[in-house]
């Protein structure tokens, strides 16, 4: 089923969205840097419960699981609830999974307009992506999160995010810009003076009727920064086209799935939904440990369903050769297209992708390979 999302904005100011941490703790700064993001969007913001709360033995979990499964369980099922925002990742969103009522979540992922509430976040948060793809059919975004550096620090991320948030998705491009695109902090949606959230935001689109010479449209003119972001590097390892699902996300945490009732039954998952993309980024791993996640997805069958692969950031992992060599040791000759250098993942500029929508991936053997939303 095409995500809503495609054609409409996910929020618009004066939703309400609730904040939550179901992964590691915060501390004040960030999460009064979050909310007052959040804020500045026009949102209304609804701090989880337990989001101050420290595991009493456990120094990497915000609260414990109860406290963390409560807050994300109650912020989902609130009738006025538009978005669930994780603050941060860290570690334990799987620790929650086996004591959540699905189908009392299932009965509340809708919103009052009819359209599915939306979830945020990423690394971590990769469990929950997984889970709320198959037990409740929702698309989500795979975005840098509120409470994490990226806020505080990149030029380009809070705009980024925040067109994903206020802006449809169909046609959008993924990835870093081939040129520079990014919207400056000064195109983020402004509710103090009621103009509507895309106000300013500049976001590329490519025409769908003619694929091969695509027709870069915009939502509003908006003047641009030539040192406002990174340019793409996206490279092709193994060149192809692919249209299907996008899927995936942090390699740990789907490597960790691997068996789970989320990712049971990975080699028939193309018969179940047919052609997928499936995505892949991860930080801090030296090439052994990447190594083995990898073989891990190779023997658990999960890229018997892919038509591509798509591979982001891996943020002070081994460097990006080592990396793309040992994918293409183990996909080289899998017959299916392979990319690199999306950003996606821990990138200090990292870009956003829902997932669970349909896209489009071409990979020329020359020239920057590409990948958009396809439209509704």
């Not at 870069?216 to 908006?222: E, F, L, W």
Request: with cysteine.
């Amino acid at each position: 089923m095409d995500s809503p999302y495609l054609d409409t904005a996910p929020l618009q100011v004066g939703d309400t969205v609730r904040l939550i941490a179901p992964s590691g703790p915060t501390d004040e700064e960030s999460l009064q840097r979050a909310i007052a993001q959040l804020e500045s969007w026009g949102l209304k913001v609804v701090v989880g419960d337990n989001v101050r709360a420290r595991h009493p033995r456990v120094k990497y979990l915000a609260g414990t699981d109860e406290q963390r499964r409560r807050d994300l369980v109650e912020a989902w099922c609130d009738p006025d609830t538009s978005a669930v925002i994780a603050l941060r990742g860290g570690f334990g969103a799987m620790r929650l999974l086996d004591g959540i009522d699905f189908d009392l979540m299932r009965a509340h992922a809708l919103r009052a307009d009819g359209r599915p509430k939306l979830l945020t976040g990423s690394s971590d948060i990769t469990a929950l992506h997984q889970a709320w793809d198959h037990h409740l059919s929702v698309a989500t975004l795979f975005c840098p999160m509120v409470g994490n550096d990226p806020f505080k620090n990149s030029r380009v991320v809070p705009a980024e995010v925040a067109g994903w948030l206020f802006e449809p998705w169909g046609g959008r491009e993924l990835g870093f810009p081939a040129e520079s695109a990014h919207p400056t902090s000064s195109s983020l949606p402004r509710a103090a003076s009621g103009a509507a959230a895309s106000d300013g935001l500049e976001w590329s689109k490519w025409s769908e009727d003619s694929p091969g010479d695509r027709t870069k449209t915009t939502t509003q003119a908006a003047q641009q920064d030539a040192e406002s972001g990174p340019l793409s590097r996206a490279r092709t390892l193994v060149p192809g086209m692919a249209k299907g699902r996008l899927g995936g996300g942090n390699l740990s945490l789907v490597a960790a799935g691997i068996g789970s009732p989320e990712l049971a039954g990975v080699r028939e998952a193309r018969e179940r939904y047919g052609p997928s993309i499936l995505l892949l980024e991860d930080v801090d791993e030296e090439l052994y440990r990447l190594d083995n996640l990898l073989l891990q997805l190779v023997r658990g069958g999960w890229f018997d369903s892919a038509d591509a692969v798509v591979l982001g950031s891996w943020q002070d992992c081994a460097e990006i050769v080592e990396v793309e060599e040992l994918f293409m040791d183990y996909l080289g000759e899998a017959g299916i297209p392979v990319v690199s250098e999306m950003g996606f993942g821990h990138d200090p500029d990292a870009p956003s992708t829902p997932l669970g929508v349909a896209v489009t991936l071409e990979a020329p053997a020359q020239g920057r390979p590409r990948m958009w939303v396809d439209g509704a």
